[in-house]
C-alpha cells in the first residue's frame, strides 16, 4: 500500500533536482502550462512531435495514472466545503465554480508567464523579478481567499 503523500524531505529535494535538470538539459524552467501549451499548440498544427515540455505534461498524466493503477485506483472523496454545500442538482454548481476556476487559472498563467510550479520552482530558483513576483503573488492571494473561505464558513 502506497502512502497517501511522500515526505517533503523526499519530494523538495526530488522536485529541486528536476529544476537543475531542465536547466541543465533543455535551458528551461520547469513548469506545467509550458507543456500543455506545446501539446495543444502541436496538437492543434496536426503534428505530435513534441518537445521535452508535451513529454513533461504527457508523464504528468501517465504518471499520475501508474500511481492511481498501482494504489488501487483514484481516492477522489470530493471537495471538502464545497462537495458538502451543494447536494442533489446543486452538483451543478461545483461543475460551474471548478469550470470558471480552471479559466481563470489557465488566464493567469498564461498572463504571469507561466504556472505557479514554472514560476515559483523556476522563477525564483533563477532569481528572475517576474518569477518572485508572480510567486509572492501567488502565495499572498492564498493566504487572502483562505481567511475570506474561513470567515464565509
Request: proline residues 1%; hydrophobic residues 50%.
Amino acid at each position: 500500500m502506497l502512502h497517501d503523500q511522500i515526505g517533503w524531505y523526499v519530494s523538495g529535494p526530488v522536485l529541486g533536482l528536476c529544476v537543475v535538470a531542465a536547466r541543465a538539459l533543455f535551458n528551461g524552467r520547469l513548469g506545467v502550462t509550458g507543456g500543455f501549451s506545446e501539446l495543444v499548440q502541436k496538437i492543434s498544427a496536426g503534428t505530435v512531435r513534441f518537445d521535452w515540455r508535451g513529454w513533461f505534461a504527457i508523464g504528468i498524466v501517465i504518471g499520475g495514472a501508474l500511481y492511481a493503477l498501482v494504489s488501487g485506483g483514484p481516492a477522489f472523496h470530493g471537495y471538502g466545503w464545497l462537495t458538502d454545500t451543494f447536494h442533489g442538482s446543486g452538483r451543478l454548481a461545483i461543475v460551474a465554480i471548478l469550470l470558471g476556476a480552471g479559466v481563470l487559472i489557465g488566464t493567469g498563467a498564461k498572463i504571469a508567464g507561466g504556472c505557479t510550479s514554472g514560476n515559483g520552482l523556476g522563477g525564483t530558483s533563477m532569481l528572475t523579478a517576474a518569477g518572485v513576483a508572480a510567486t509572492a503573488t501567488f502565495f499572498a492571494t492564498a493566504i487572502a481567499v483562505s481567511f475570506v473561505i474561513k470567515a464565509v464558513i
